[in-house]
């Protein structure tokens, strides 16, 4: 367990767990602590101080905002004028659901991509370059949501900020770098 090899210390440790999934966010304060006994035997103790939840927050939320943006663009190319949303079209969704995940991971490690999705729908490309900051701008509405969960937590366990010894991020939702420097 995490904690439990790593009491060199007889100061309780406090961690933050921080887990955005695919659909949603948990946070979890942990406190892990050791006590001797009368015979000077150590005894590990993990407890569980507080917990926080999105429950509609996580890693799919935003790509349904990118695909959006994705959507948006293609219908707005002079190309598709008077021609039917291409979110009528599950097949091209599809597509770009799956275009959606490769775009985050490339925007995770560099500032703007070249998104480029062929014969998505009427033998017509989609092509244009994304920058970090536009997707940042379209997912902000999520972004402001991402600190709640830990204050819920912190609340929760009658701690503040100044009392997390160490937080660990998990999740696939976390690649985005805007999200791991709100938690820091």
Excluded: W
Aim: glycine letters at 8%; a negative charge; hydrophobic letters at 35%.
């Amino acid at each position: 367990m995490y904690g439990i090899d790593r009491m060199d210390t007889e100061e309780d440790l406090h961690v933050l767990y921080y887990n955005m999934g695919s659909r949603d966010t948990e946070v979890s304060l942990v406190r892990y602590s050791s006590v001797a006994d009368a015979k000077n035997k150590t005894y590990e103790y993990v407890e569980v101080m507080g917990e926080g939840y999105d429950e509609t927050l996580g890693g799919r939320e935003f790509d349904h905002v990118l695909v959006g943006l994705l959507a948006d663009e293609f219908n707005g190319m002079k190309e598709r004028q008077g021609k039917e949303d291409i979110r009528e079209n599950g097949r091209a969704m599809r597509r770009l659901y799956k275009e959606s995940g490769k775009i985050k991971d490339v925007l995770s490690a560099n500032r703007i991509t070249d998104v480029k999705v062929g014969d998505l729908a009427d033998y017509t490309t989609l092509q244009f370059k994304l920058s970090r900051e536009q997707y940042e701008a379209a997912v902000d509405h999520l972004f402001q949501r991402v600190q709640a969960p830990i204050d819920q937590a912190l609340s929760n366990a009658g701690l503040t900020y100044d009392d997390i010894d160490q937080v660990e991020i998990l999740g696939g939702g976390l690649r985005t770098p805007k999200v791991q420097e709100i938690i820091k």
